[in-house]
């Protein structure tokens, strides 16, 4: 599962996406419109400007933008900013190897043959979706919704 953490990153990106012009947003409106604490919001933040999604400006007309269109910014590059290496057991970690204790044998682990298929699997469809995605899903699902026809008197 991914953390608050990543959930509140995923609003406030989809939040900048949506701002006409790329207009700077600053930290204490994205906190308010999303409702999302603001020291954890400056947190979060930080770490996506340094991870490269994110730019910020200074003064009179500062904020946060996005550093790159919604359509190159991949789940998966969110994900591993805030959360690390994605892998489901920690012996296929690039970034956090340790090998498990129970293990005899890495090589013919079937615990580990298997969670690397899944981890290939899970890699690939969050590198392969984008905010892009992620709005355009929000915003089909939305005009849905709205045209539900109601037949209650």
């Given amino acids: 599962m991914i953390s608050k953490k990543t959930i509140y990153a995923f ?12 207009q700077p947003v600053l930290i204490a409106d994205l906190a308010r419109d999303e409702e ?15 991870g490269g999604l994110l730019q910020s400006r200074v003064g009179k007309g500062g904020g946060y933008t996005l550093a790159l269109p919604p359509s190159k910014i ?8 805030l959360e690390g290496d994605i892998a489901p057991v920690q012996c ?7 090998r498990c204790e129970e293990c005899r044998d890495e090589a013919t682990c079937g615990i580990r043959l298997t969670m690397a298929d899944v981890n290939v699997a899970l890699s690939g469809v969050l590198d392969s979706l984008t905010l ?9 699902a939305r005009l849905k919704k709205q045209n539900v026809v109601d037949f209650s008197i």
């Fill in 92 to 98: 296929l970690s690039t970034t956090n190897y340790a």
């Fill in 74 to 81: 991949t789940l998966g590059s969110v994900v591993r900013i």
């Fill in 36 to 50: 999302i604490p603001k020291k954890f919001l400056e947190f979060i933040l930080l770490s996506l400007r340094k």
């Fill in 132 to 140: 892009a995605d992620m709005l355009e899903r929000s915003e089909t």
């Fill in 11 to 22: 609003k406030a990106l989809i939040h900048l996406a949506g701002i006409p012009d790329a």
